[in-house]
């Protein structure tokens, strides 16, 4: 059999799992043997799986492999954050980017879910790149089996490595519905990575539809990329708010937590552009947008990427527009810059990749004339 045909067990989800030992005729618990060795203590082959047998392992090898993407680069900032640039299947120049960024004795982990993106957020560097293709759960995944390897041997008792993952990287999560389930599935399975619920958080643009399924499939934690309190500077921020409009948007948003078993907030990322909308006017329509929604805000400052277009509002105007919102009873947090020395920060990962949509060629031709 060769390596194209083969199963890659990386990014099989425990169910998925137990159902490739079956089909094998092999016991349930191979399953969850498999697991811990590939996602606790980082096997990156059979031989290594100690535990099972020689058969087995033999067997394993012929139809199915662990493979991760192919790290192309690791860059670390001087702020400690680190960013990985991935190979992605298929070869050529097809990559995307993942960071993880320590604080104290937090790690948080950006992943990524899509090369490129599907949509086309006029702030967002990604966006302005285009879009190839959807990664595979094995690519999903993968990218937080390299983050942790990256510090060692896995250690399932010892200090965790990464501590939070945000389903916040490159591309719209909900538009790779299946892969990012799964992946996340296994973030939190306790013979995996072992993550709490609310240390898995999805970011979505608003796909309204895929937020109704999301809460039929598991409970992570949900944040949305909000950046306008009205639906006219949304359509032109978020173009995918011209189909699913800021109220259907809040409307699933409140059926999701909802659907929770326990008490939780929805996380409204606003990410802040001088004179597009941080004004004390839009600061006040966000307190009355969001008042009947259980949520916390996490204000952004734009960062800057060529022929944006955008510029980042000053301290003061976003100190005004943060106390605001505190004062009409909001939790904010103002998100500190990190990576920004390797175009690690919010907005600014854009991988290297063939633009299928021609996104990318568009903006630069609409450039040339505008010039």
């Given at each position: 059999?060769?390596?194209?045909?083969?199963?890659?067990?990386?990014?099989?989800?425990?169910?998925?799992?137990?159902?490739?030992?079956?089909?094998?005729?092999?016991?349930?618990?191979?399953?969850?043997?498999?697991?811990?060795?590939?996602?606790?203590?980082?096997?990156?082959?059979?031989?290594?799986?100690?535990?099972?047998?020689?058969?087995?392992?033999?067997?394993?090898?012929?139809?199915?492999?662990?493979?991760?993407?192919?790290?192309?680069?690791?860059?670390?900032?001087?702020?400690?954050?680190?960013?990985?640039?991935?190979?992605?299947?298929?070869?050529?120049?097809?990559?995307?980017?993942?960071?993880?960024?320590?604080?104290?004795?937090?790690?948080?982990?950006?992943?990524?879910?899509?090369?490129?993106?599907?949509?086309?957020?006029?702030?967002?560097?990604?966006?302005?790149?285009?879009?190839?293709?959807?990664?595979?759960?094995?690519?999903?995944?993968?990218?937080?089996?390299?983050?942790?390897?990256?510090?060692?041997?896995?250690?399932?008792?010892?200090?965790?490595?990464?501590?939070?993952?945000?389903?916040?990287?490159?591309?719209?999560?909900?538009?790779?519905?299946?892969?990012?389930?799964?992946?996340?599935?296994?973030?939190?399975?306790?013979?995996?990575?072992?993550?709490?619920?609310?240390?898995?958080?999805?970011?979505?643009?608003?796909?309204?539809?895929?937020?109704?399924?999301?809460?039929?499939?598991?409970?992570?934690?949900?944040?949305?990329?909000?950046?306008?309190?009205?639906?006219?500077?949304?359509?032109?921020?978020?173009?995918?708010?011209?189909?699913?409009?800021?109220?259907?948007?809040?409307?699933?948003?409140?059926?999701?937590?909802?659907?929770?078993?326990?008490?939780?907030?929805?996380?409204?990322?606003?990410?802040?552009?001088?004179?597009?909308?941080?004004?004390?006017?839009?600061?006040?329509?966000?307190?009355?947008?969001?008042?009947?929604?259980?949520?916390?805000?996490?204000?952004?400052?734009?960062?800057?990427?060529?022929?944006?277009?955008?510029?980042?509002?000053?301290?003061?105007?976003?100190?005004?527009?943060?106390?605001?919102?505190?004062?009409?009873?909001?939790?904010?947090?103002?998100?500190?810059?990190?990576?920004?020395?390797?175009?690690?920060?919010?907005?600014?990962?854009?991988?290297?990749?063939?633009d299928k949509t021609r996104r990318s060629q568009k903006y630069i031709e609409l450039k040339e004339v505008n010039s």
């Open positions: 059999m060769t390596d194209a045909t083969k199963v890659n067990l990386l990014g099989l989800s425990p169910k998925k799992m137990v159902e490739f030992f079956e089909s094998i005729g092999e016991k349930k618990f191979r399953a969850t043997q498999v697991l811990k060795w590939i996602h606790q203590k980082g096997a990156e082959n059979f031989d290594e799986m100690t535990d099972v047998s020689k058969k087995l392992r033999a067997k394993l090898q012929d139809i199915s492999e662990i493979r991760a993407p192919e790290i192309v680069s690791q860059n670390i900032s001087q702020d400690g954050t680190r960013k990985w640039v991935i190979r992605t299947e298929g070869g050529g120049n097809n990559c995307v980017e993942t960071v993880l960024i320590p604080d104290g004795d937090r790690a948080t982990l950006c992943v990524s879910s899509q090369v490129g993106c599907s949509l086309d957020c006029s702030f967002c560097s990604t966006g302005k790149q285009g879009f190839n293709r959807n990664l595979t759960p094995a690519e999903i995944i993968g990218q937080v089996w390299i983050a942790i390897k990256s510090f060692g041997l896995m250690d399932p008792n010892g200090p965790r490595r990464v501590t939070n993952v945000v389903m916040m990287g490159m591309g719209e999560p909900l538009m790779n519905f299946e892969p990012v389930v799964d992946s996340m599935i296994l973030m939190m399975d306790d013979h995996a990575y072992g993550l709490s619920k609310r240390r898995v958080t999805l970011s979505t643009s608003g796909v309204v539809p895929k937020i109704y399924e999301l809460a039929k499939r598991t409970d992570v934690s949900l944040a949305i990329s909000l950046h306008a309190p009205t639906n006219p500077l949304r359509d032109e921020l978020v173009p995918i708010n011209k189909k699913y409009p800021i109220a259907e948007l809040l409307e699933a948003c409140q059926h999701y937590l909802d659907s929770l078993p326990d008490k939780r907030h929805i996380t409204i990322e606003y990410t802040m552009m001088a004179g597009v909308n941080d004004q004390e006017h839009q600061a006040y329509e966000l307190v009355e947008l969001l008042k009947n929604l259980e949520c916390k805000i996490n204000l952004i400052p734009f960062n800057p990427f060529p022929n944006s277009g955008y510029e980042k509002p000053s301290n003061n105007q976003t100190r005004r527009f943060q106390k605001i919102l505190a004062d009409n009873g909001y939790t904010v947090t103002v998100r500190t810059t990190r990576g920004d020395d390797i175009d690690a920060a919010c907005g600014q990962l854009v991988g290297d990749f063939h």
